[in-house]
């Protein structure tokens, strides 16, 4: 089925240790973006991108690498793990929206991470 | 910058109650409104959007209709099921720029047979 694959879905890391969280989406989305889930805190932007080659911050991106490359691929470095970091990622798509509307993001089932 | 305020809950309901999620949000320009729902251990899905003033939008039984003069975009549903029980996200989109979307912080709704 068409849509975005997260993996892994589960990971523990100790600290220190880095790691790539994977996100792939097949609908030929120009928009993409990974955001961590927080109790209490909503969904908070890390970092985003609007085509192959273009990122840009988020919220809360100390901490995090992105690249895109490709049009389907969005991975997620974390470049030296820490306890705050544990956390709920998901990795989310779109259509770019025109002067119409804007279009709804299509989710990843998300990774659990927790950094020991 | 743009902002979606949305009570936390939980919000406790009956079988066959009648629901409504309250969302009011803060936006330069004309965003569009967009509904999400959650179930444990999911990632999120959209549920319903409305792209300009006055539209409605609905699924599965739900509504929400977008009101530029109270800036709010109100969930309801007639009549929930204990298959409704999920966190509900509210959340704005701007249609230029880079896009980015503005998530509410969800209310989680448990609905009791």
């Known amino acids: 089925n068409a849509g975005v694959t997260q993996t892994p879905k589960f990971q523990v890391l100790k600290t220190g240790q880095s790691m790539t969280l994977q996100c792939a989406q097949d609908?030929?989305?120009?928009?993409m973006s990974w955001y961590r889930q927080d109790p209490g805190m909503g969904l908070r932007l890390i970092h985003y991108?609007?085509?192959?080659?273009?990122?840009d911050q988020g919220e809360v991106p100390n901490g995090y690498n992105v690249s895109r490359s490709t049009t389907e691929d969005f991975p997620l470095r974390l470049l030296s793990a820490a306890p705050s970091q544990t956390s709920v990622y998901f990795c989310?798509?779109?259509?770019?929206?025109?002067?119409?509307?804007?279009?709804?993001?299509?989710f990843g089932s998300g990774t659990r991470l927790t950094v020991v | 910058g743009n902002s979606v305020t949305q009570m936390e809950g939980p919000v406790t309901l009956s079988e066959e109650a009648f629901l409504t999620i309250n969302c009011t949000y803060t936006?330069?320009?004309?965003?569009?409104l967009f509904w999400y729902v959650q179930y444990p251990g999911e990632g999120l899905q959209l549920l319903l959007k409305a792209t300009k003033a006055d539209d409605k939008g609905s699924n599965k039984g739900f509504e929400a209709t977008y009101r530029k003069e109270t800036t709010s975009f109100h969930l309801e549903k007639g009549s929930v099921q204990v298959s409704d029980s999920a966190v509900y996200f509210c959340a704005l989109r701007s249609s230029g720029g880079y896009q980015k979307v503005t998530f509410g912080i969800g209310t989680k709704l448990q609905v009791i047979p």
């Open positions: 991108s609007v085509g192959a080659g273009i990122t």
């Open positions: 989310a798509s779109s259509s770019l929206g025109t002067a119409l509307g804007a279009y709804g993001y299509t």
């Open positions: 609908m030929n989305h120009e928009y």
């Open positions: 936006a330069t320009g004309y965003p569009s």
